[in-house]
């Protein structure tokens, strides 16, 4: 019963260049959350996505970031022309249904450096 | 607006000794609670977690955390840290919207000192 995979685990990118982080939600778990872990910090809540829509992406940036949770395949948080101060850990999470009070399961993260 | 507050940034304690990590939160009514360490690189892991009830939780690693209306605080406990218990520890605070927003304070990072 596999867990909340993200990949890439480690990415390095040059500025200006884009990363692509992807999540697989647990199986039969079709609610999906971007967290962002900077350096020394705690965790940020970025966007919580259904499966095709964007419920609450309050915590996103308003420039050069983007996500999406497509009706097949993962969720793909996309940062565009990413700088120095992209560098921090991307965590997904996914919990089953609508409904406050499930406990939201985390990925391994995915980490991101930007030289 | 809601928050979650831990006051100790880093806290050392001796192997063997009781552990107390403290949570405090701001929310309009009662919130979801939960505890969830970090170790280096890797992801979150839930230690436990309060949604109603008891409020004294146990979790699993012999954490046990108890929920204090009255003070807005989840404080975390062991009775006795072991060495691999060193981590970052988050409290998190679950909002009772109609999904699962969860709202994570700064961390305490834990040090084990043998």
């Known amino acids: 019963n596999a867990g909340v995979m993200q990949n890439p685990r480690h990415l390095v990118r040059r500025r200006g260049q884009e990363a692509r982080l992807r999540c697989s939600p647990m199986?039969?778990?079709?609610?999906v959350y971007w967290y962002r872990q900077l350096p020394e910090e705690g965790l940020k809540f970025m966007v919580y996505?259904?499966?095709?829509?964007?419920?609450?992406e309050s915590g996103m940036p308003k420039e050069r970031f983007s996500a999406e949770f497509p009706k097949e395949g993962p969720s793909i948080l996309r940062i565009q022309q990413v700088v120095r101060g992209d560098s921090a850990a991307y965590f997904c999470a996914s919990s089953p249904i609508s409904r406050a009070g499930n406990t939201i399961y985390f990925g391994e993260g995915s980490w991101l450096t930007v030289v | 607006a809601q928050s979650v507050t831990q006051p100790d940034i880093h806290i050392t304690v001796s192997e063997g000794a009781s552990l107390e990590l403290r949570c405090n939160y701001s929310y309009g009514a009662t919130p979801y609670l939960f505890w969830y360490v970090q170790s280096p690189g890797q992801g979150l892991q839930l230690l436990l977690k309060?949604?109603?009830?008891?409020?004294l939780v146990q979790g699993i690693k012999g954490f046990e955390a108890e929920f204090k209306r009255s003070q807005s605080s989840f404080n975390l406990r062991k009775p006795s840290v072991h060495w691999s218990d060193a981590a970052e520890y988050f409290c998190a605070v679950g909002l009772k919207t109609s999904y699962d927003k969860v709202i994570f304070g700064p961390g305490t990072s834990l040090s084990v000192i043998p």
């Open positions: 199986k039969g778990h079709s609610h």
């Open positions: 996505l259904q499966k095709e829509n964007i419920i609450d």
């Open positions: 309060y949604f109603s009830g008891d409020t």
